[in-house]
């Protein structure tokens, strides 16, 4: 049960302001909110709380890899796509909860996911791979050929 | 006055504001959270929630990436103990940037009252979420008593 790069869109790379090239950090975080972002929740109370995603961001010679838990979501109630200079995660969990049920206890108390990423300039967002597998999501981002780090032989 | 720091993506208002979520998250809303000797901190992997009907109890157990074949549930005593392992496999050459997901053995454990048939159990994993049928003995059910 896996899926694969057609749950990314890819919305057009506009120019970045400049915020996310930094060489030292890759992918960071800023959470959510973002007041540009049409369709985002709206910060207070009335929004429905927005569940955390633990994530592993590890970096291979090729490619920038981004793990993420999200357990509950199946791949119809995912969206993983890349919002100017911004990698985008949503999801809903799905829960058929009986009918006359009560809760009793409840460590999880929301079912939407959302978290996103600022990408660097070397990242190849056309080729973005996703792929979703018992609530882990995995997405791998491949860095520009031409801007793979080189190694610089010294005579 | 705080105009010029909507731009920054990591800001102090952004961390401010996913704090207050995740206090709102804790405090809940209403449901108990506090639990016996056996529970664990919020956060911990995998997190449980449990629903009831009058016929049974449920319990969703949100584990993502494991592999369910080596779950080890077993019921004694009105006691449902969940057992297992998370493995995370690295990729060679990997640089890690952050390593938030939870890797190593865990082990939960949901007291469910003494009316729960241990013999009628039903597990499922979907989406990476364990569920957990447990009906309850017929006799335990409340009964309608007819007044004539």
């Known amino acids: 049960m896996t899926t694969n790069s057609s749950q990314v869109r890819t919305s057009s ?54 793990m993420a838990d999200m357990p509950g979501v199946a791949k119809e109630r995912l ?13 809903k969990v799905h829960f058929q909860l009986p009918e006359e049920s009560e809760a009793v206890y409840a460590d999880v108390r929301s079912t939407a996911y959302r978290s996103s990423f600022v990408l660097s300039r070397e990242l190849d967002t056309d080729k973005i791979q996703a792929n979703l597998k018992d609530g882990v999501l995995t997405v791998r981002i491949p860095k520009h050929a031409a801007l793979r780090p080189r190694k610089i032989e010294v005579r | 006055m705080f105009a010029r720091f909507n731009g ?53 157990l949100f584990a993502p990436g494991i592999d369910p074949k ?5 019921i004694q005593q009105g006691l449902l103990t969940i057992a297992g392992e998370r493995t995370i496999p690295t990729e060679d050459g990997a640089s890690y940037y952050r390593q938030e997901r939870f890797s190593g053995e865990f082990r939960r454990a949901v007291s469910l009252g003494d009316d729960i048939d241990a013999e009628r159990v039903e597990a499922r994993y979907r989406d990476g979420i364990v569920q957990i049928t447990l009906h309850r003995r017929a006799s335990a059910k409340p009964r309608q008593i007819e007044i004539h």
């Open chain 1, 13 to 66: 790379g506009m120019a970045s302001s400049g915020v996310a090239s930094g060489a030292a950090a890759n992918a960071r975080e800023h959470s959510a909110q973002e007041s540009a972002n049409a369709g985002a929740p709206q910060r207070g109370r009335s929004a429905e709380a927005v569940l955390r995603t633990p994530v592993d961001i590890f970096e291979t010679s090729e490619s920038l890899v981004l």
């Open chain 2, 70 to 74: 080596k779950l080890d549930v077993s």
């Open chain 1, 79 to 91: 969206d993983v796509r890349v919002d100017g200079d911004t990698l985008v995660l949503e999801g």
């Open chain 2, 8 to 60: 920054l993506p990591n800001s102090l208002l952004d961390d401010f504001w996913r704090l207050q979520q995740e206090v709102e998250q804790l405090l809940g809303d209403g449901l108990p959270s506090q639990g016996g000797i056996r529970s664990l901190p919020r956060g911990s992997y995998p997190a449980i929630n449990v629903v009831q009907t009058p016929d049974n109890v449920q319990v969703y």
